[in-house]
Each structure stands twice: as structure tokens, then as C-alpha cells.
């Protein structure tokens, strides 16, 4: 298990987290945003190492003693950005879950994945709350897609938008 500040973060196990799991895969948004055979890719996520997190993996969201949700980091580019994603479950969205885990997810990817250079998120353009938890974590609209926002942490220097250009584009 891995410790942050107030959530912890626990490989996922197909038997124990059943519940959790399956609840995921009948919520449509998650679903297609995750994968098409979203338990076939649960399945590829047995091999998660206990001590930190690795890339491509999936982890358990437990806080106040119970499973809120999931996250995961899918690939790190050549140029140093890794793509995360994290989902709260549908009964426990508006507790401010969503909130512990992107302040507490960002600063530990960061410390401790070797060449990590920007963290990026991919937003459905629809998805208003997830779009305003990026924003108050310190995450800017880099780039905007058909149905998806890209997201950043850090300032791309090749960028001329103000904070408020950026929020007022939205």
C-alpha cells in the first residue's frame, strides 16, 4: 500500500475490490473514457508492485477507511509527460475525493517517477466538475481537442495565454 497525505493508494485486486470494480464498469462516462473491456483491463493490472507506483498501472483509492475510486498513470512520452487519469465513484462524487487525490497524486508522480517533466490529463469537454478540480490543482488548458481537453501542471513555455486568457477561453 502506498501512503500519501490523506489517501492511500492499494494495487488492485480483481476479488476484494469486485464491488468497487463493477460499479465502475456499469457507469457509462467511466467506462468508455477507461477502455471498451474495461475488467479485461483490470485483469493486466495484477502485477502492480506494493512499494511505489508504477507507469501503466491502476490503483485503488481508499480514504475513510473505503474505496472511493481509482487512478492510474498510462504512459510517460519521450518528452517526459505522463498521462494520468483518476474516477471517483458515482456515490461518492461531491466529497471532495476527487480534490484529495489530484493535490496528492500530482507532487508524488512527480517526486517519484524518474523523467517525469509535466503531468497531463485529458478531459472530457463535458465534464464541468472534473474540468474545475484541474483548474484549482494547478492544471491549465494546454490544448483542445474534438470531445477532449488536454490539461497540464506545469507552464509550457511556448505558451502566451495568461491564467485568465485561459479561463476566460473556457
Not at 59 to 76: F, H, I, M, P, T
Request: charged residues 35%; contains cysteine.
Amino acid at each position: 500500500m502506498i501512503h500519501l497525505r490523506t489517501i492511500n493508494l492499494e494495487k488492485i485486486d480483481e476479488i476484494k475490490h469486485c464491488c468497487l470494480l463493477m460499479r465502475l464498469d456499469r457507469d457509462d462516462k467511466v467506462r468508455a473514457f477507461i477502455s471498451r473491456n474495461f475488467m479485461e483491463w483490470i485483469q493486466k493490472q495484477r502485477s502492480v508492485s506494493d512499494e511505489k507506483i508504477e507507469l501503466g498501472k491502476s490503483y485503488v483509492v481508499e480514504k475513510d477507511n473505503r474505496y472511493v475510486g481509482v487512478v492510474g498513470s498510462l504512459s510517460l512520452d519521450r518528452n517526459g509527460f505522463l498521462e494520468v487519469w483518476y474516477v471517483v465513484k458515482n456515490d461518492s462524487r461531491g466529497r471532495g475525493y476527487g480534490d484529495a487525490i489530484l493535490s496528492e497524486i500530482t507532487p508524488y508522480l512527480i517526486e517519484n517517477i524518474d523523467g517525469v517533466n509535466n503531468i497531463k490529463l485529458k478531459i472530457d469537454k463535458n465534464n464541468k466538475p472534473s474540468i474545475k478540480l484541474a483548474l484549482k490543482n494547478g492544471y491549465y488548458l494546454y490544448e483542445r481537442g474534438d470531445d477532449v481537453d488536454t490539461y497540464l501542471y506545469f507552464e509550457e513555455k511556448s505558451t502566451s495565454m495568461d491564467s485568465s486568457e485561459k479561463l476566460r477561453k473556457r
